[in-house]
């Protein structure tokens, strides 16, 4: 099964694996792979810790036509660190008027649902809206800018976290599920035949500016 995102291919096998292909652009390219379980005891995170020739056994078998495609495979898997993916929560995002998080400092978020960076945008279309609010007025200050900003802004960001965890366990458990494709087929009937009585939670995220804890 493979499912298509932007600039890159996901691939899950029949096991939960969820393997991810990004394209660079430097011509390089970013894989991943996500295993929702350990194999023989060895774990890192969402990674495997492979040793030997383990490694290119659950590969080829997991992820078949990838295997074929990347015959140095191996030796670029053992020469790359081992990352995680981590969702970063917090509140405020201000101390005083000494400094304000903002953007992935303040969110980070898994990249599931591909909306980091927009969310970060968000962050800064708040702020700038703010600071464009506070000219000229003699009670304006940065802590007030800043409180503002954050006390906007951080359920929204903890609503797209949620949400790009949720689309990961869609992606690699139910894509294959003839429910839920049925389910999604109606949802894409019903988007097109009453476009201004129903829009889909993915389209209200990716395609609007409504506010992430509407979508959620």
Not at 74 to 85: I, K, M, Y
Not at 86 to 93: A, Q
Not at 103 to 126: K, L, R, S, T, Y
Not at 174 to 195: I, S, T, W, Y
Request: proline share 3%.
């Amino acid at each position: 099964l493979d499912i298509y995102l932007s600039m890159g291919e996901c691939l899950c096998s029949i096991n939960k694996y969820y393997s991810a292909n990004f394209v660079c652009f430097n011509n390089n390219f970013f894989y991943r792979v996500n295993c929702p379980q350990g194999i023989g005891g060895m774990r890192y995170g969402n990674n495997f810790c492979f040793a030997g020739k383990q490694f290119q056994i659950f590969f080829k078998n997991n992820f078949t036509d990838a295997y074929e495609m990347m015959p140095e495979l191996t030796q670029e898997f053992f020469s790359n660190p081992t990352s995680s993916l981590v969702t970063v929560r917090c509140f405020p995002w201000v101390r005083e008027d000494h400094f304000s998080l903002i953007g992935d400092a303040a969110h980070a978020i898994v990249p599931f649902f591909g909306q980091g960076m927009n969310c970060g945008f968000e962050d800064c279309a708040e702020f700038f809206s703010r600071l464009d609010a506070m000219q000229g007025r003699e009670d304006s200050d940065w802590s007030t800018l800043f409180g503002g900003v954050s006390e906007a802004r951080w359920r929204n960001s903890d609503a797209i976290a949620d949400m790009a965890v949720e689309n990961f366990v869609e992606m690699r458990d139910r894509v294959g599920d003839r429910q839920f494709l049925n389910e999604k087929a109606l949802e894409k009937r019903l988007q097109v035949r009453f476009p201004r009585e129903y829009i889909s939670k993915y389209s209200l995220v990716s395609f609007s500016r409504v506010p992430y804890t509407v979508a959620l």
